[in-house]
């Protein structure tokens, strides 16, 4: 089955940029999206179709997708971005997730 | 408001049977893939099942094939999963979600989620 890995943390000062990555077999072939997932809340769209943003999504949310390896990066990080943060694309009509990056703003 | 809501969930014994719902409010229901996606307590997000607008194709995951069907009823802007053989690694809350669609093509990613139904399985 297809699996998409993420680090399991990245911490970053504020008004610094973060980078998380999410590798997976030819992920650069799929269309990859992110999501941002706070305690106690549904999950939040912050990319798909690997760089665009949906309405309300800060301009300092950004992702790429090439060969293995789909990145997400938050330029300006601040405090009400930490959250944990999944990966996800479709392989074989299958819905997959990567584990998840928790993000910590120090 | 565009909104989904689900309900249904709840503490049922291993090997029995959950119905989670969930209604959509204010969105061409009809026209929406559909899923379930779902976290454990201290895990990440699985997708568990899809349902294209028209029913005729439905997605589960290795994990739940064989016990969970999931269905829609356009009528009632609702879609359903009918959970049966549960096993306490189902215990997770439940969200329900809609695929994010750009005019008339799909994205595959979920734009709007519910705020979840909890089940736990637990004897």
């Known amino acids: 089955s297809y699996e998409l890995t993420q680090p399991p943390s990245v911490s970053v000062s504020p008004g610094q940029m973060a980078s998380m990555s999410c590798s997976g077999d030819k992920l650069g072939d799929k269309y990859c999206c992110w999501y941002q997932k706070k305690p106690g809340q549904a999950p939040v769209l912050v990319i798909y179709q690997d760089t665009k943003r949906p309405s309300g999504i800060p301009e300092r949310f950004s992702g790429s997708n090439s060969g293995n390896t789909a990145t997400l990066t938050i330029s300006g990080t601040q405090a009400m971005d930490e959250a944990d943060y999944y990966c996800q694309a479709w392989d074989s009509s299958t819905g997959v997730f990567g584990g998840g990056t928790r993000l910590t703003v120090l | 408001e565009v909104q989904l809501v689900e309900s249904g969930g709840g503490l049922v014994k291993p090997g029995g049977s959950l119905r989670l719902s969930c209604g959509a409010s204010?969105?061409?229901?009809?026209?929406?893939?559909m899923a379930w996606v779902r976290q454990a307590p201290g895990k990440g997000l699985e997708c568990v099942s899809s349902?294209?607008?028209?029913?005729?194709?439905?997605y589960y995951a290795d994990s739940v094939k064989g016990r969970f069907t999931l269905s829609r009823d356009n009528a009632k802007n609702s879609v359903y999963l009918q959970m049966n053989s549960l096993r306490a690694e189902d215990t997770a809350l439940y969200y329900c979600a809609r695929e994010l669609r750009v005019g008339p093509l799909t994205t595959g990613a979920f734009d709007l989620w519910g705020q979840g139904t909890m089940v736990t399985v637990s004897s």
């Open positions: 349902i294209i607008s028209s029913s005729n194709y439905i």
């Open positions: 204010r969105f061409t229901f009809s026209t929406y893939t």
